[in-house]
């Protein structure tokens, strides 16, 4: 353990500008929600092709988050995000303008390529800009972020609603792209990126004026790092091993627990329930989207406090339980359906905001060795994306085979098996130095 160190307006300022990538990653996914009802009638889609249409945009996710790992540990964390903000203008230009199915098609993979980078490269930022004692709060910005965008874009789709223009809705995301461009010319390269390229003496200046201790930094530690040591077969060494697991099994149950059925499909989810128009059915969304804002800012408060391993804990049993009463309100043949189902999903987002949402992340930016981080970060957001475009793909078949009901318990037992696998292989990294994180997994290999 290190001591408490003091907190900077330097660091909350870079990390706010950084999680402004977190932004557009939660507004360009939700905003497709409301989009759809309207594209739907506008394009004639089928059922197959509203899922491709929600879905595709996991698509470049995934080549975004593949490639985004190599991308920040060759060119740093910085000018990864400064290509990424250019992607997001050009992606929501091309959506704004689509005539077709095959340009939305097109700018919706774009703005996914950088979604998948922005999802490792934000927090991974974030992680190498702040001290031990207040990294998770720090962190948790990003999902703060995330959940501020997901509930702009339910707005914003509210807003539109009544005349249906669904361009406008993609069109909001050109604002905060051109913000996170602008902002990215006054903040630095993390510290640790710079000591893997040899400039130690510029990450300590770095260091200093966010106020790290740096008798303590991995900047430091680990002495001799370079060029050569960033490759592939370092992630093959049993002393990683433990923690690549771990990242990868969080980020896929950060998945498969339903929480981007709940975000590409409230609408959808509220008109079965019986909300039958679609302003309605939107406006219910954005209660959702509201509770999903204000348990975060809960989480960002307390994750420095009680810890990443207790929330996960209580989020995925609490879930779980959402789900349950979630499924019983859809057998329900009265109106007390919708009440049953705005309520179950409210606390179901609840528990995924304090628990799942921001300590997913946080725990895979603290986990991995400072030389092959972007790297290990980016298999296991490959990973989260890859599980998040098989739920989204599969729900609307997933009720017709299971049910209403019995799709959202089918991801309600999953929940029970994350709540296992947090036990078992996930450890408590509060307060910790990212060195000291590193040396548990060693012991564990």
Not at 344 to 356: K, W
Request: glycine residues 10%; proline residues 3%.
């Amino acid at each position: 353990m290190v001591k408490k160190q003091k907190f900077t307006s330097f660091t909350l300022f870079v990390s706010i500008i950084a999680a402004i990538g977190g932004l557009l990653f939660g507004y360009n996914t939700a905003t497709i929600s409301g989009a759809i009802l309207f594209l739907t009638k506008d394009f004639n889609l089928s059922t197959i092709a509203q899922e491709v249409m929600i879905s595709i945009i996991l698509v470049g996710a995934l080549v975004g988050a593949c490639f985004g790992g190599i991308l920040t540990d060759r060119i740093g964390r910085k000018k990864s995000l400064f290509i990424t903000s250019i992607v997001f203008i050009i992606g929501t230009f091309i959506v704004m303008i689509a005539q077709t199915v095959t340009m939305l098609f097109i700018g919706r993979i774009i703005l996914g390529l950088a979604i998948g980078v922005v999802s490792l490269a934000v927090p991974l930022y974030i992680a190498e800009m702040s001290d031990p004692t207040h990294r998770g709060a720090l962190v948790s910005l990003n999902q703060l972020a995330i959940t501020i965008g997901i509930l702009l874009a339910y707005v914003i789709d509210y807003f539109y609603a009544p005349t249906g223009e669904w361009r406008s809705m993609f069109g909001v995301a050109m604002i905060p792209a051109v913000l996170l461009f602008i902002g990215l010319f006054f903040i630095p390269e993390t510290p640790s990126f710079l000591a893997i390229r040899g400039k130690k003496d510029k990450a300590l200046k770095i260091l200093k004026k966010i106020e790290v201790d740096t008798s303590h930094s991995e900047v430091v530690v680990e002495k001799g790092t370079s060029k050569k040591r960033v490759s592939w077969k370092n992630l093959l060494e049993k002393s990683v091993k433990p923690a690549l697991f771990a990242g990868i099994g969080i980020s896929i149950f950060q998945q498969i627990t339903g929480i981007n059925v709940v975000i590409y499909y409230a609408p959808r989810i509220f008109q079965m329930a019986g909300l039958e128009s679609a302003t309605s059915a939107i406006l219910a969304t954005m209660g959702v989207g509201v509770i999903n804002l204000l348990m975060t800012f809960v989480a960002l408060w307390i994750i420095d406090l009680v810890g990443r391993k207790p929330l996960l804990i209580v989020g995925l049993i609490g879930m779980s339980l959402s789900l349950g009463v979630l499924g019983i309100g859809f057998l329900q043949t009265t109106g007390t359906a919708s009440i049953i189902s705005i309520v179950s999903l409210m606390c179901y987002v609840s528990f995924f905001a304090i628990g799942l949402g921001p300590v997913t992340w946080l725990i895979i930016s603290e986990i991995y060795p400072m030389g092959i981080r972007g790297r290990a970060m980016g298999i296991a957001i490959f990973a989260n994306w890859t599980c998040n475009y098989i739920v989204s793909l599969t729900f609307l078949n997933l009720v017709g085979f299971f049910g209403k009901s019995g799709a959202f318990w089918f991801y309600g037992v999953i929940c029970l098996l994350g709540l296992w696998f947090v036990i078992k292989k996930i450890p408590e990294t509060k307060g910790k130095e990212l060195k000291e994180i590193q040396k548990y997994f060693k012991k564990a290999k």
